[in-house]
Nanobody, 126 residues
């Protein structure tokens, strides 16, 4: 399994921007699919965005399309989530995750992921 450490969360007003980072190590990251999930209080953990590390193919949840961008730094093994035009509904704990190797395309189900970071809190005020 991979070791994942998120950072970059914070408190900000609606309309602002924030970039989350996830430092990855362990399992061969460069052949993995990685993703960001988020979990708001009292809700399930939902898929936000995913990326295939090898070819850069991405996928997004409808709620964040056009506002969030997932990317990776191959040299530093860091996963990013650039979040723009933030809304109060984006308030959640954000987690990065590595997809289990038997799944070959970006999967939006949290059960497809076998390594998780500890999460970073993002709070957006209205």
């Amino acid at each position: 399994q991979a070791q994942l450490v998120e950072s970059g969360g914070g408190f900000l007003q609606a309309g602002g921007s924030l970039r989350l980072s996830c430092a990855a190590s362990g399992r061969t990251i460069h052949s993995s699919i990685m993703a960001w999930f988020r979990q708001a209080p009292g809700k399930v953990r939902d898929f936000v965005a995913g990326i295939s590390w090898s070819d850069g193919v991405t996928a997004y949840a409808d709620a964040v399309k056009g506002r969030f961008t997932i990317s990776r730094d191959n040299a530093e093994n860091i996963l990013y989530l650039q979040m723009n035009s933030l809304k109060p509904d984006d308030t959640a704990v954000y987690y990065c995750a590595t997809q289990a190797p038997q799944f070959k395309t970006i999967d939006k189900r949290r059960g497809a992921y076998d390594s998780w970071g500890q999460g970073t809190q993002v709070t957006v005020s209205s």
